[in-house]
């Protein structure tokens, strides 16, 4: 008899965790598909009307007085800032605070304001704070166990990630690995696997949405030279991932001190510096998402320092209040990165870029598996042990930095950084300026 109710147990909360995960993940994908479909609208009639870039500073006011005004609340003594983005999420992650339900609309009208002005940003991160977002609305509406809420907290990160790149294999484990560096919470595998399928299946089956596609035209045979090249960009690529996140970090910090706090101020004054620098570089090939560049880098020769402008238009976008992602840009970072290396280290060109896109996402995130696993859904396995060797060696030299404060270390990456377990990003920069 004990084992029958344990068997019935076990397959009441393993429905309860698929239900959760279809539920999650339809509407999920549902409302990222409104994403993407609306920011590919709104990024081309920006770049048929280029004079647009010159609003980005009131937009700026604009998405700060919705966050300072809508996105803050005091619950249990604690505040829950929606303009914390992704760090909130993994906060809620931990238990510390709580997601707002009414982030995910925010961050979708603070992006589509970025991106019609011509801020600097990606997807990922409207989608995955929705997710988290519906994710709490059904812990509210179900009356959830408070040790289950972190649960449907990840599944909502997995159906946003897998929703917004087509990739459900890495985002089931992407909303595992984002809220702890070298951990992965296995307990919440079946609602995370089955949010990111439905969301990606919903994406792109149900509401037809296609999503980006690059190739790899050639893939080196394997060679012990080849594999100290790999190793040798990996710990480039790495480098590139943590300057843009300390460079992004500074710029929020400072402009959070100089202007009190004032999302407004911070945002107004971010607009005008993007819009001098658009004007300065006489090309707006680096605001919005900057898909046409990214895309050519994997065909043609784009121009060597790319990669340093998106650098600096992304972190001065995000670092001063404007919304939306970071993946895309730094797939641009690392792809057109590799772009202008390859004929320095003898290697097609396609294949560095691809090194280039996934090794510097994987430094920043720090998330090397599900990294490694969306270089094999991106590029179809090609390059597989390559791709293994760049985000391993990318995720140890980035060292514990991020673009995630909030995000704990479970176990530090090596004994030679002498860490202690349970630290977060957020803390280790603190001690370090002291």
């Known amino acids: 008899m004990d084992l029958i109710q344990k068997y019935r147990r076990f397959f009441w909360i393993l429905g309860q965790w698929v239900f959760f995960g279809l539920l999650i993940g339809f509407i999920v994908g549902s ?22 870039i010159a609003l980005l500073p009131i937009g700026g006011i604009i998405i700060g007085y919705i966050y300072m005004n809508y996105g803050k609340v005091v619950k249990n003594n604690t505040l829950n800032d929606a303009a914390k983005l992704n ?27 970025t991106v019609i002005f011509g801020g600097s940003t990606g997807r990922e991160g409207a989608a995955v704070q929705m997710g988290a977002s519906v994710a709490e609305a059904v812990n509210k509406f179900f009356n959830i166990p408070i040790l289950d809420k972190k649960i449907i907290i990840m599944s909502g990160i997995s159906a946003g990630f897998g929703s917004a790149f087509g990739a459900p294999i890495t985002g089931a484990v992407f909303g595992m690995e984002m809220a702890v560096l070298g951990r992965l919470k296995f307990e919440a595998l079946v609602p995370c696997l089955v949010a ?9 089956a149900v509401w037809g949405h296609t999503h980006e596609h690059f190739v790899i035209k050639n893939v080196p045979e394997i060679s012990i030279i080849l594999f100290v090249k790999v190793i040798l960009l990996g710990i480039i690529f790495s480098l590139l991932s943590v300057s843009y996140s300390q460079l992004r970090h500074w710029i929020e910090n400072t402009t959070d001190r100089i ?37 050519h880098a994997f065909t043609e020769d784009v121009p060597p320092f790319a990669f340093l402008a998106k650098l600096i238009f992304t972190a001065i976008t995000i670092g001063t209040g404007f919304v939306g992602g970071e ?6 970072m690392g792809a057109t990165l590799g772009n202008a290396l390859h004929s320095y280290i003898d290697l097609p060109m396609s294949f560095v870029a691809a090194l280039g896109l996934i090794a510097t996402f994987c430094g920043a995130a720090n998330t090397p598996i599900a990294a490694f696993l969306l270089a094999l859904e991106f590029f179809d396995g090609n390059g597989v042990e390559f791709f293994f060797v760049a985000c391993m060696v990318s995720y140890i030299f980035s060292g514990h930095h991020g673009l995630w404060p909030s995000q704990q270390i479970y ?4 004994k030679l950084y002498g860490l202690y377990n349970g630290e977060t990003i957020k803390n280790i920069e603190k001690k370090k300026k002291q």
Do not use: C
Request: aromatic letters at 12%; glycine letters at 10%; charged letters at 20%.
């Open 196 to 204: 990111s399928f439905v969301g990606h299946y919903t994406t792109t």
């Open 31 to 52: 409302a990222t598909t409104l994403l993407l479909e609306t920011n590919d609208y709104l990024g081309n009639a920006r770049e048929k009307n280029g004079w647009l």
């Open 259 to 295: 202007f009190k706090k004032n999302h407004m101020k911070r945002a107004f004054f971010g607009g005008i510096i993007i819009v001098i620098l658009t004007l300065v570089v006489g090309t707006q090939d680096y605001n919005g998402r900057s898909l046409t560049m990214l895309e």
């Open 411 to 414: 176990e530090p990456k090596s």
């Open 327 to 332: 993946a895309i840009p730094l797939f641009f």
């Open 87 to 113: 760090n909130l999420v993994i906060d809620a992650v931990h238990g510390e605070k709580q997601v707002l339900r009414r982030m995910g609309p925010i961050v979708y009208l603070g992006t589509f304001i």
